[in-house]
């Protein structure tokens, strides 16, 4: 048995592995975990959830941030 790249899983008796999507990461290779709030990931497959930029902002399971409007700060 071969195991999945990084980025990728696969349950028992697969035949193949799945990439992560967007707002995920992938976590010991069998699961794909939602991005915490306050970060994200935009690329399919990723491993880490990038932290958002100061005067950003991001839900659970974001694939990108969002800017804070006027009068708001993160």
């Known amino acids: ?10 349950g028992a008796r697969a035949v193949g592995c799945t990439a992560c999507g ?6 010991n ?6 991005c915490a ?8 497959s ?3 959830c990038e932290l958002c930029s100061p005067g950003s ?5 974001a694939s990108m941030y ?3 409007n006027a009068g708001q700060y993160g």
């Open 66 to 68: 969002s800017e804070c």
């Open 1 to 10: 048995c071969l195991d999945c790249a990084e980025g990728w899983i696969s």
């Open 46 to 48: 990723s491993t880490v």
């Open 57 to 61: 902002f991001s839900t659970q399971g």
């Open 37 to 44: 709030a306050g970060t994200y990931a935009e690329s399919n």
């Open 29 to 34: 290779r069998v699961s794909c975990i939602d």
């Open 22 to 27: 967007t707002g995920k990461y992938e976590q």
